[in-house]
């Protein structure tokens, strides 16, 4: 066999190798529908179809088709506004995927590749949840109104009684493990805010820290519970903290309705609802308008 013979006959092998590992995708791609003049390949159907096996979603081929179909219309909408999704954006989605299922960006290209999925497959998704949450940053967000006045509604709501009370309180801690027993004599001889200190100095490595002024709501509910439990003077039972045991001292203690805190969390809860509804709604009329032609 000459050198020439050889070198072909390696290199048909290794051509030969190579394609065993390229998952079969037809010859030509033909499109199976167009989104406002956008054509969508079966070959992309296929791609995303297969991305759907590696994750466990079992809505088929029409299920695929509909999801590339509604990130068309994502996109469009994006671009006619003038957001554009960089490669860098994408790049950094992809990475992040990778860190959420603790392997490297090459091993995940590898897991998408054994799965007969092309990479681009991903990043297209990715590109597409990019654009669309900006688009609903922009778009969407300032329609969305929150009323403040059933905010404070549900948040009296979800008031209980042990959360009706404002404090200004001293923390007690003894520094180190095994403290309970001193602990638990210093506050069987607590006298109140005034002499806190004083009576510190009768025991080694405890710090009394003012805490200042604080809300119920501001609290866990056990340690708010407890403290409803008190008057002014009192001192909670110690507790466990990361440099020791713990005791607040109630220095004030005044009945006061606050709902700052938990208007916040039920802000966050509110909006996202409400910023949920209007995106897909947005979505409805956006997919309502566009020109979808099945082939």
Excluded at 65 to 79: F, R
Excluded at 116 to 139: K, P
Excluded at 148 to 158: C, K, M, R, V
Excluded at 248 to 257: D, G, P, R, S, T
Aim: charged share 20%; glycine share 8%; aromatic share 6%.
């Amino acid at each position: 066999m000459t050198l020439a013979n050889l070198r072909r006959a390696c290199g048909a092998m290794f051509i030969g190798l190579a394609l065993a590992f390229i998952p079969a995708v037809p010859a030509m791609a033909a499109t199976v529908v167009t989104v406002n003049g956008e054509p969508i390949s079966d070959v992309q159907v296929d791609q995303r179809l297969r991305l759907f096996r590696m994750e466990g979603n079992n809505t088929g081929r029409n299920g695929a088709l509909e999801q590339l179909i509604t990130e068309a219309i994502q996109i469009q909408e994006a671009k006619r506004i003038g957001i554009n999704v960089s490669n860098a954006q994408v790049d950094d989605a992809f990475l992040q995927i990778a860190r959420n299922l603790n392997v490297s960006r090459d091993r995940l290209q590898q897991m998408l590749q054994e799965g007969g999925v092309s990479s681009t497959t991903l990043q297209d998704r990715l590109r597409a949840a990019i654009a669309w949450n900006s688009l609903a940053e922009s778009a969407v967000a300032p329609q969305v109104q929150i009323s403040e006045l059933e905010l404070d509604q549900q948040a009296a709501q979800q008031l209980a009684d042990f959360q009706n009370f404002d404090y200004i309180l001293k923390e007690v801690t003894f520094v180190g493990g095994s403290r309970s027993g001193q602990a638990n004599q210093y506050r069987s001889s607590f006298a109140g805010c005034g002499t806190a200190v004083e009576l510190s100095l009768a025991y080694t490595d405890v710090a009394v820290v003012d805490v200042g002024r604080r809300h119920a709501t501001q609290m866990p509910d056990a340690i708010a519970k407890e403290l409803a439990g008190l008057n002014v003077g009192g001192i909670t039972k110690p507790r466990a903290v990361a440099s020791g045991l713990s005791m607040l001292a109630i220095c004030e203690k005044v009945q006061a309705q606050d709902l700052t805190f938990v208007k916040g969390g039920l802000r966050d809860d509110v909006g996202g609802d409400a910023m949920e509804r209007e995106t897909k709604a947005f979505l409805e009329r956006l997919r309502s308008q566009a020109k979808i032609i099945y082939q």
